[in-house]
């Protein structure tokens, strides 16, 4: 069996469970993780090889270990670390931020005073943020998640599969809107104003999921008071749990992705679509739900659906309409299309 390290210090436990359950099961390799504290509290564990690492000990743990192939889930700080490994061992890099790599050292300067300041410090003063450029550049392969962000130079990872459960059938229609409730990243404000003003006599059930805070907070439970009787909300003040997350994604009828075309990343513009990965793409996929994005928003997969004007006659169109997901999104075509990979960044 070939032996690959898959090392998350950093942010998206979602992507490292999401190849965690892809590969627990596969003939061909054998995966070792490197997780911290935080990310593996986040993680549901089978059989796998589970480490609790850091920046400071992930050198001496993959030391004299052999790995045919290393991934690196997240390079959005420890880039002295990641620079080390980089340097040394076959490493690919998932990129989450496609402009991220490419900014200048004269511009990443200029962005540590732009905001969040003690932070960026740290990353300057301990983290070795200006090595962010070269440690991405000596990383062997640089790996997106949408297949619509590959260019040359990026490699295409598959991860997504869709899972197999029976959906539950309701008169009621319901529409869920994943992720967390800022308007940083999403327009949740016309989503609201959609929702009041709706005028629809049908039973709608709109789910905000993911925590709701500030301002968005309040808008929620004002805009619960003054819905009709037809209409009901769910939101959330805390942190939601996966399971909540996978009951309410399962009972969904269909998914508004509200989306703003451009957003930031250590205030380095970034577009959705174009430059960076919504994770509501991953969403669609893993529970089979089609998926109403912004007009704006660049895709050609079948399933994500422009928004229309109407938006909520849209959904009610859209409530029993199928998409054969199994076809192209099993897990067992996955599977073989991620190990063909994987295999591919072994050899070169």
Known sequence: MKKIAYI?????????????????????????????????????????????????????????????????????RYFNTFLAITQKYNTSVIVHN???????????IKNVFKNDLIYRLKLWWKEGLFYANKTYGKAKHHLVLDQELSPDKLEFLPLFYTKSFDKIKSEILTIVIPGGVSQKRRD?????????????????????????????????????????????????????????????????????????????????????????????????IKYGKLAVFPKNY?????????????????FLKLKDSTFDFQKDFSREKIQNDIEGVLNQLMSI
């Open 298 to 314: 660049s895709s050609k997969l079948e399933f994500i659906i422009p928004e229309e004007e109407n938006v909520i006659e849209q």
């Open 98 to 108: 496609l402009n991220f790599p490419k900014i200048s050292k004269v511009n990443l």
């Open 188 to 284: 949740y404000q016309r989503l609201f104003e959609t929702i009041q003003n709706s005028g629809n006599k049908e039973n709608i059930s709109f789910v905000f999921l993911g925590k709701a805070q500030g301002e968005e907070l309040k808008e929620l439970e004002n805009l619960s008071k003054v819905i009709p009787g037809n209409i009901r909300i769910t939101y959330f003040a805390e942190r939601v749990s996966a399971e909540i997350f996978d009951q309410w994604m399962k009972k969904a009828d269909v998914l508004w992705c509200p989306i703003q075309e451009d957003t930031e990343f250590f205030s380095n513009k970034e577009i959705y679509g174009k430059t960076k990965m919504t994770g509501n793409l991953g969403d669609a």
């Open 8 to 76: 998350e210090i950093d942010t998206h436990s979602e992507i490292a469970q999401d190849f965690m359950d892809l590969m627990h099961d596969s003939k061909e390799f054998s995966v070792d993780y490197y997780f911290s504290e935080k990310i593996k509290s986040q993680i549901k564990e089978s059989d796998e090889s589970v480490y609790v690492s850091d920046s400071s000990m992930i050198l001496d743990q993959l030391f004299g270990q052999n790995y045919d192939l290393i991934i690196i889930g997240t390079v959005h």
